[in-house]
């Protein structure tokens, strides 16, 4: 466990914490008006390796050396000059902080946290955090990274959870979820849509599938996971014989067969590594191995039915419920833009020219729905 304190004065700024991978949508911005929740489970940090906030410079003021020496390999709108290694917590898990009304930032319904840090300490002034809360993004508190000191407190973190132990937690995440909106004259109001953390997860994913598919078709098994892949796979991809096979793959699942070429692995919450075979020396080897984040993955390996009889007690033989079945998105699935953007600028193989083709396009893909 952790505990994040003022660099200027020691005192305590929040509670004491676990470190977990950054979650994939931690980046995302989603839809118009929008009420997102909080991004951070309470109780646990993530770090952002990247650079994060104010200053902002433009992808023209920028050399593709040093574009390519922070690990950005094809044009973006512009690169934070802020500092790397941002903490995002729960805005819940704050101590002695206060917040700095003059910085409210650009913001809509809330704050965004684009003049900088928008939090002080409370015992010496220095400005140490930004909390967002605006519409459309994911409401958490980042602490700047050169304003806070990380001590350890109860002794060292618990040892990460083995796959095993994960799998029998079993926490999938539905694809389905009610969406919060501002703006409405009755108050808040709700619809049902896909979620946007597997917007997020397959923006990432789909970059991932492009590379992997060295320029040739892909397939993915039929049902959710093709709902959610396979239309844009064949819209971004050429059409013709000899197509790349894309399987799920990782911990409780048959091994493979040996005609995939592409793997869906999970990637574990505490630490972020992904999944990958114990046979390094087997056909696995070969295989393109695809991140998602566990509780997406574990829905589509092993999805949830609507169940035809209540969770706890029970019914008379033969009687089946007649509620409606699980609400759905009215919509066909898009992947977020924004995350898959961000994934494939990052990927060496996007210096490829049909790969920066399909980024310079990537307006009208929108357009035509995919994204």
């Given amino acids: 466990m952790f505990v994040f304190v003022c660099a200027g004065c020691g005192a305590e700024l929040t509670t004491s914490l676990s470190q977990v991978a950054l979650p994939a949508h931690a980046r995302q911005k989603y839809g118009n008006g929008i ?7 309470p109780g646990t940090f993530a770090v952002d390796p990247e650079p994060w906030g104010p200053p902002w ?18 044009p973006v709108y ?5 500092p790397p290694g941002a903490i995002v917590i729960a805005p819940g898990d704050t101590r002695s902080t206060l917040l700095i009304p003059e910085k409210r930032g650009g913001a ?47 002794g060292a973190d618990a040892a990460p959870l083995s796959w095993a132990e994960l799998m029998a937690e079993g926490m999938g995440m539905p694809p389905f979820e009610p969406i919060a909106t501002w703006g409405s ?7 049902w849509s ?51 096979r894309a399987v799920l793959a990782g911990p409780g699942r048959p091994a493979p067969d040996k005609g995939a070429d592409i793997f869906l692995v999970p990637t574990h919450p505490q630490t972020g590594e992904a999944w990958a075979p114990a046979d390094s020396a087997g056909p696995a080897a070969f295989a393109h191995l695809v991140p998602l984040p566990v509780g997406v993955w574990l829905w589509l390996a092993f999805p949830e039915p609507h169940l035809p009889v209540p969770a706890s007690g ?16 009215p919509h066909l699935f898009r992947a977020d833009a924004g995350a898959f953007q961000h994934t494939l600028v990052r990927l060496p193989a996007v210096r490829s020219l049909w790969l920066r083709e399909l980024l310079e396009n990537l307006t009208q893909h929108m357009r035509a729905g995919l994204f």
């Fill in 35 to 41: 009420q997102l929740p909080v991004l951070m489970e």
């Fill in 57 to 74: 410079r433009r992808w023209e003021e920028i050399h593709p050396d040093e574009a390519a020496a922070r690990g950005i390999y094809a």
């Fill in 78 to 82: 512009a690169l934070s000059d802020g």
């Fill in 108 to 154: 809509c319904c809330g704050l965004d946290g684009a003049d900088g840090p928008n939090m002080a300490c409370e015992a010496c002034g220095l400005p140490v955090a930004s909390r967002i809360d605006d519409c459309s993004l994911w409401q958490a508190v980042w602490l700047a990274p050169d304003a806070v000191r990380c001590l350890p407190v109860d």
């Fill in 185 to 191: 004259r009755l108050g808040s109001n709700h619809f």
């Fill in 194 to 244: 896909w979620s946007p953390q597997w917007e997020a997860a397959a923006g990432r994913a789909l970059a991932h599938l492009l590379v992997a598919s060295e320029g040739r078709p892909v397939t993915v098994p039929d049902g959710l996971i093709g709902e959610v892949f396979q239309r844009a796979l064949d819209a971004l991809l050429p059409a013709g014989p000899s197509a790349r």
């Fill in 314 to 329: 029970g019914m008379p033989d033969g009687v089946l419920r007649d509620d409606p079945p699980a609400m759905r998105a």
